[in-house]
């Protein structure tokens, strides 16, 4: 039996014997999805207010998928993000058979267990809306994705003359997404 690479990092905390243990555990159910060996980060932190927040990544051949827990028990938060890491790797593998591309499939095991379809939120585009978009500071933008009670907002950078995100982080900075072609 292959397992998975894990790499662990901490925040703010220690990680015990028995967490580790734990995490392996969790994480090695997932490898029936590989072929090979896959490798994996797991970031655990401690904030105030009894936040237990756990980061799992997974980067396959042209995706990353990414599942985050946040519960004021770490041990809860571990094993709800491995839930959501699972579910993402099915939904994915069904996504890859739908396109029937094989070149893509080659990571992915042949035997792993299909997705339940009544399970999943099916991937359907409901509503495509267009608006103009202005190039302004991101000071700004921050302030118009605030003011309208958002989680992101779309603008052209005017430093940079870019099309670009803003979005507000479960922690509650914010982040920008700033595209590169290539």
């Known amino acids: 039996m ?22 392996e555990k969790k994480l090695n159910k997932l490898d029936r999805y590989f072929r090979e060996e896959a490798d994996v980060q797991v970031r655990l932190s401690q904030e105030r207010g009894a936040r237990n927040i756990v980061e799992i990544t997974l ?19 571990l094993d709800r993000a491995a839930d959501k890491i699972d579910r993402q790797i099915r939904r994915h593998r069904t996504k890859l058979g739908k396109k029937a591309d094989p070149a893509a499939l080659e990571a992915l095991a042949p035997d792993a ?11 359907e585009l409901v509503r495509v ?21 958002h989680s992101f907002f779309v603008f052209v950078n005017a430093e940079t003359n ?6 507000r982080r479960t ?8 595209p590169i072609l290539g």
């Open 59 to 77: 980067a396959l051949e042209g995706v990353m998928l990414r599942a985050q827990e946040i519960t004021s028990d770490m041990y809860q938060s």
């Open 171 to 178: 922690d509650g900075t914010i982040g920008m997404l700033e």
């Open 162 to 167: 870019i099309t670009s995100v803003i979005y």
């Open 129 to 149: 809306k267009r608006f103009q978009v202005k190039p302004m500071p991101v000071e700004d933008a921050i302030a118009q994705m605030d003011m309208l009670g």
């Open 2 to 23: 292959k397992d998975m690479r894990i790499t662990i990092n901490a925040k703010n905390m220690t990680v015990s014997d028995a967490m580790q243990e734990r995490i």
């Open 113 to 123: 267990e299909p997705v339940p379809t009544w399970e999943e939120t099916p991937d």
